[in-house]
């Protein structure tokens, strides 16, 4: 059964700090891993999709990586801002149809 | 392009009713998945619809079930309603029912149960 752990659960940090999120996943077997972000009491915004073969995906100031045979992903966000703050969520798609696993989440929190 | 669009946002229902809860995707999105999202068990899988035909189902009793219609609108509905069904519905919608495309949440359904 394919688990997925992110750690810390909250990070709190002053603005214009560089900052890692971590995701782990005990199953390697994996289509494709997504990071997303959550406002409170809001839906999921999408902000990176990494395939299998891939090792990494960037969008601005996100970078997120990929090591399958480890288990593991980070999202970098570079020069963090108050708008950051927000739940940063990773899940794994593990099989043909499109079912996310998700891990409890990390709570960013920005400080001005 | 429009994005994922739920009706409706706030429900309040009491226990042993049934509840009806609607997705429209992403316009040409065919696949259509719905989670429940609540504070101690996080985001739960509960199943996914491609054309019309649920593809997979998560670990939730009968009382939740789903359909999807040739537009690719989705309903679920859970009937006899618990207090432990209070949390936030989420659906997804995603181009194919394969694993490899991106997939992208609507707003939400609050769902109350009293």
């Known amino acids: 059964k394919q688990e997925v752990t992110q750690i810390p659960a909250a990070l709190s940090v002053p603005e214009g700090e560089n900052l890692v999120l971590n995701c782990s996943f005990t199953?390697?077997?994996?289509?494709?891993l997504q990071w997303f972000r959550q406002d409170p009491g809001k839906g999921l915004t999408s902000l990176l999709l990494i395939q299998s073969s891939q090792r990494e995906q960037t969008s601005g100031r996100l970078n997120a990586s990929l090591d399958k045979s480890s288990g593991r992903s980070t999202l970098y966000i570079a020069a963090s801002q108050p708008g950051d703050s927000a739940t940063y969520l990773c899940a794994v798609n593990r099989g043909g149809a499109q079912k996310l696993v998700f891990g409890q989440g990390t709570r960013l929190t920005i400080n001005p | 392009k429009a994005g994922v669009t739920q009706t409706p946002r706030y429900l309040i229902k009491t226990r042993g009713q049934q509840v009806t809860l609607s997705c429209s995707p992403i316009?040409?999105?065919?696949?259509v998945s719905w989670y429940q999202q609540t504070p101690g068990q996080g985001l739960q899988f509960l199943f996914e619809?491609?054309?019309?035909?649920?593809?997979n189902k998560g670990n939730f009793p009968g009382r939740f079930s789903g359909r999807q219609f040739s537009n690719s609108r989705s309903e679920m509905n859970v009937s006899t309603l618990e207090l432990g069904d209070s949390a936030l519905y989420l659906c997804?919608?995603?181009?194919?029912?394969?694993?490899?495309?991106?997939?992208?949440f609507g707003p939400g359904t609050r769902l109350t149960v009293t």
């Open positions: 997804a919608s995603s181009l194919t029912g394969t694993g490899t495309y991106e997939q992208y």
């Open positions: 316009s040409g999105h065919r696949s």
């Open positions: 199953d390697s077997a994996i289509y494709n």
């Open positions: 619809y491609f054309s019309e035909t649920q593809r």
